[in-house]
T-cell receptor, first 117, second 111 residues
Framework: GAVVSQHPSRVICKSGTSVKIECRSLDFQATTMFWYRQFPKQSLMLMATSNEGSKATYEQGVEKDKFLINHASLTLSTLTVTSAHPEDSSFYIC?????????????FGPGTRLTVL | GENVEQHPSTLSVQEGDSAVIKCTYSDSASNYFPWYKQELGKRPQLIIDIRSNVGEKKDQRIAVTLNKTAKHFSLHITETQPEDSAVYFCAASINAGKSTFGDGTTLTVKP
């Protein structure tokens, strides 16, 4: 149980294009999902908290107009990187917190490797 | 906000030896402390966690200790094996699921 998927696993795009990443909780509902970014040999940095049915909460320094988050259902959150540039190349990981059970346990997706040329 | 410091950044041990990784946190309101193992290009995997009402927790070769007064917690791996080699992250949470991560420790277990 408690499986989280991400799609796509890898994406290569040209500079200036937009990329959408999906995060799905497969066997549980998640009111809250988190989006992280991880650069090579660095830690996970929280970008934003995604709450079903409401606006996402962004961490300081993260541009909300560049990283659009939509959490339209209890099993799906999407992150859209708009007008991507090479510096946005990174490993993007989502996590989901089950709506039922301990609220501090999060389950991670497998990550999406974004490369912007 | 919360600040989590993790040491050491790299750790190399011989197979069979023990490994200890330490973390400190700044916010006394933090009440959940998970440890994750991450292999290259993979998702973080929860290996053990501890909540603030417990001082120690053990799961086979892995144990975690928590000192709330000093605001630090440690991961102990005994009888290390080559497959334990990975990057380990500690984290601290003060809200539902939102975690601040340490910078990670690259553990290498030499056969």
């Amino acid at each position: 149980g408690a499986v989280v998927s991400q799609h796509p696993s890898r994406v290569i795009c040209k500079s200036g294009t937009s990329v959408k990443i999906e995060c799905r909780s497969l066997d549980f509902q998640a009111t809250t999902m988190f989006w992280y970014r991880q650069f090579p040999k660095q830690s996970l940095m929280l970008m934003a908290t995604s709450n079903e049915g409401s606006k996402a909460t962004y961490e300081q320094g993260v541009e909300k107009d560049k990283f659009l988050i939509n959490h339209a259902s209890l099993t799906l959150s999407t992150l859209t990187v708009t007008s991507a540039h090479p510096e946005d190349s990174s490993f993007y990981i989502c996590s989901a917190v089950p709506s039922r059970g301990p609220t501090d346990t999060q389950y991670f997706g497998p990550g999406t490797r974004l490369t912007v040329l | 906000g919360e600040n989590v410091e993790q040491h050491p950044s790299t750790l190399s041990v011989q197979e069979g030896d023990s490994a200890v990784i330490k973390c400190t946190y700044s916010d006394s309101a933090s009440n959940y402390f998970p440890w994750y193992k991450q292999e290259l290009g993979k998702r973080p995997q929860l290996i053990i966690d501890i909540r603030s009402n417990v001082g120690e927790k053990k799961d086979q070769r892995i144990a975690v200790t928590l000192n709330k007064t000093a605001k630090h917690f440690s991961l102990h791996i005994t009888e290390t094996q080559p497959e334990d080699s990975a990057v380990y992250f500690c984290a601290a949470s003060i809200n539902a699921g939102k975690s601040t991560f340490g910078d990670g420790t690259t553990l290498t277990v030499k056969p």
